[in-house]
């Protein structure tokens, strides 16, 4: 699943730690302090209506814990974390009925054993047809106000049903995924555990994805030990070397995208930016990004700051997959980036030596953190499609 779908309304609000924000209208002062998402693709259809109310979980409300470098999990207030509903998104995040011909789950894209990606430029759908962008981790998406990488879904729970039904991905209506879920007497017990009496609903199958998803958080870094935990020991000096780089103004500048704050990092200042990447040999725009969602001039080639966590197991790298390894990141940056009259500001070429940029790429590395607990699915999701 690679995160896909149409423009949706807001969800009423979000509760981070013991604060409730009335609605994401909020964030810039959440990105201020650095928290945020990650993960998209290329289609546009499939999104649950926003006359379909979900219907709020029973059991009782447990809390997410986060390692070291990450701040508290926000969570909406009408979608609460439960046993049940996590251990119902596992089993439906690895449930192949939700695709055409039963072919693919959302972790053929994301797979957990390689950090929830699928390894590949573009990922393959159900009917064969593959996409133009790179489907990225989930890892950590949960603090990310905006998903895909052009924005246009504002929850995790908003953007779950794009890519069942998106022609181009999972490629099955709605309304037969629900179906296959109900005819199973499994499912129809474990969606009445987490959510009551009552059918199975597209909300229903949202909301217990996007409750699972909250729960895959990495952090504890290498980096984080370093930097949060007073570990001076934590980091080797090449990935010393280069963080110092990464937050030179003058070297790599990296931190004016990629931020991290005095009590964690999510590497991310949320924003959209045009940084050369997707630019043809004529010097056009061969994917308009953020520019589709806000009809301005200035969005025409701009995506999503990814988080930089796990960057070293989630190659291949940008929206479109191109740049192949952290060596050729770190080279497309120093080169200031393709020319477009659309280009950040903040892109500019810029001098390292080569000792510069393989410290540069070792402390990318020191930002691999622990696994997410709890991460495979059931035996009841196997059996139901999986293998």
């Known amino acids: 699943m690679r995160f896909f779908g149409n423009k949706s309304p807001n969800r009423p609000a979000i509760i981070f730690g013991n604060n409730v924000l009335k609605s994401f209208s909020a964030w810039p002062a959440l990105v201020s302090i650095g928290i ?22 029973i059991g009782a409300v447990v809390e997410i ?17 439960t046993l049940e509903t996590i251990a119902l998104g596992r089993q439906l995040f690895f449930e192949k009925r939700l695709s055409f011909h039963n072919s693919l789950a959302c972790a053929s894209c994301h797979n957990p054993l390689i950090d929830f990606t699928d390894g590949k430029r573009h990922s393959t759908g159900a009917a064969g047809k593959v996409g133009i962008r790179n489907a990225p981790t989930v890892i ?56 009551g009496p009552g059918p199975v609903t597209l909300a229903k199958v949202t909301d217990a994805i996007a409750s699972f998803e909250r729960t895959l958080v990495s952090g504890n870094s290498p ?20 963080l110092a780089v990464f937050r030179d103004p003058k070297r790599g500048n990296c931190i004016a995208c990629h931020t991290i704050g005095k009590k964690y990092a999510l590497f991310s200042d949320g924003k959209f930016h045009n940084i050369g990447i997707g630019v043809n040999e004529e010097g056009d725009l061969t994917d308009l990004g953020r520019y589709n969602e806000t009809k301005v001039d200035a969005d025409k ?23 192949k390894t952290l060596k050729d990141v770190v080279d497309f940056y120093a080169g200031g ?39 495979a699915p059931s035996e009841t999701a196997q059996a139901g499609g999986t293998k």
């Open 301 to 323: 080639g701009a995506f999503k700051t990814p988080t930089l966590r796990n960057v070293a197991k989630t190659a291949p790298y940008m929206h479109d997959g191109s740049l």
């Open 337 to 375: 980036g393709n020319s477009n009259p659309y280009l950040d500001k903040q892109i500019k070429a810029i001098k390292l030596s080569g000792a510069e940029r393989a410290d540069l790429v070792e402390f990318l590395k020191s930002l691999t953190g622990e696994r997410p607990p709890d991460i």
């Open 223 to 242: 980096f984080d030990r370093y930097e949060f935990g007073n570990d001076p020991a934590a980091l080797s000096p090449s990935a010393v070397r280069g």
């Open 140 to 195: 950590n998406a949960a603090y990310f106000p905006l998903q895909f990488w052009d924005g246009r879904a504002r929850s995790l729970e908003d953007q779950a049903g794009g890519p069942m039904a998106n022609t181009i991905e999972m490629d099955q209506a709605h309304d037969v995924s629900v179906a296959k879920l109900q005819a199973d007497p499994v499912y129809r017990a474990e969606f009445q555990k987490a959510f």
């Open 36 to 57: 945020l998402l990650v993960a998209e693709g290329c289609g546009r259809d499939g999104l649950r209506p926003a006359s379909l109310a979900p219907a709020k979980p």
């Open 65 to 81: 814990k986060t390692p070291l470098g990450l701040p508290p999990v926000p969570v909406p207030p009408d979608n609460p974390e």
